[in-house]
């Protein structure tokens, strides 16, 4: 898979394309362009440096992680089809049987992904080490716990891109409305420059809720998916692993 900074730096050079192209399909100081642009003639920010612009960079990032973690969370679903484990209802597991199906899954995860692979290769390490299944269900359960809030951490930035992305624009309001009030002028009131200054206020407030609610409504999305499947990968080794091993109790070191 791509690496995350190459999808972030595409997914950004793809925002300046289409911007690039909005720029060209609509004409200037038209309402489309005001509006997706701030491309109109009593605009306070030079363009293309406007609010509007750097929102969707700002987006175009934030979608990029998001992509990221959406394709780990498909990998994260193939594990769990992968068949590591036999998932009938009358196969037994013995402690011999354990090391090669480790050593099939310990190359397959890293700091990224794998929680089924991670998951059987510390369990299964500690059926080892330990022979007590009770040992390794405790194991298990801290394990999945970490990795929930590692999951949670994972997203931390892209809660406050959601937060950051619509303060840009309540700064555009407030640059908008303060430029309208200090240019309203009872006795010589440039009009133009006073409906271009409020145009800045909403537009980018406008833009920026929408460009927010959309990355929330992505995240949430995504985040729950990969919950599932990390939720999905310790039932998966709590009915295939734990529950199936058997461990003699009347070799030495057996334990229950």
């Known amino acids: 898979m791509p690496s995350r900074r190459r999808i972030r730096t595409t997914a950004i ?9 909005l720029t060209l399909v609509l004409p200037y100081n038209s309402p489309g362009s005001a509006l997706l642009l701030d491309r109109q003639l009593y605009s306070i920010f030079p363009y293309p440096f406007t609010i509007q612009n750097i929102i969707y960079l700002l987006l175009a990032w934030s979608l990029a992680d998001l992509y990221v973690r959406w394709r780990m969370t498909k990998r994260e679903y193939a594990f769990l089809n992968a068949g590591f484990l036999p998932e009938d209802s ?3 597991l013995e402690l011999h049987e354990l090391g090669p199906i480790r050593a099939r899954v310990a190359p397959l995860h890293d700091a990224e992904s794998g929680f089924l692979p991670t998951l059987m290769d510390m369990t299964i390490l500690q059926l080892q080490a330990s022979k007590s299944v009770d040992q390794s269900m405790t194991l298990l359960t801290n394990a999945l716990s970490l990795m929930g809030d590692r999951v949670e951490l994972r997203y931390q930035m892209l809660r406050y891109m959601a937060w950051l992305i619509p303060t840009i624009g309540f700064l555009g309001t407030v640059i908008g409305l303060s430029l309208a009030l200090h240019l309203i002028d009872p006795k010589n009131m440039d009009l133009g420059r006073v409906v271009g200054g409020l145009s800045v206020s909403f537009y980018t407030t406008l833009i920026a809720l929408l460009a927010s609610a959309l990355l929330a409504f992505a995240q949430h999305g995504v985040q729950e998916q990969e919950e599932l499947a ?6 998966y080794c709590l009915a295939n692993l734990i529950n199936r091993v058997y461990i003699d109790q009347e070799k030495p070191g057996g334990a229950s």
Do not use: S
């Open 90 to 92: 009358i196969t037994m």
């Open 230 to 235: 990390l939720n999905a990968a310790g039932q």
């Open 13 to 21: 050079v793809v925002a300046a394309i289409i911007i690039t192209l």
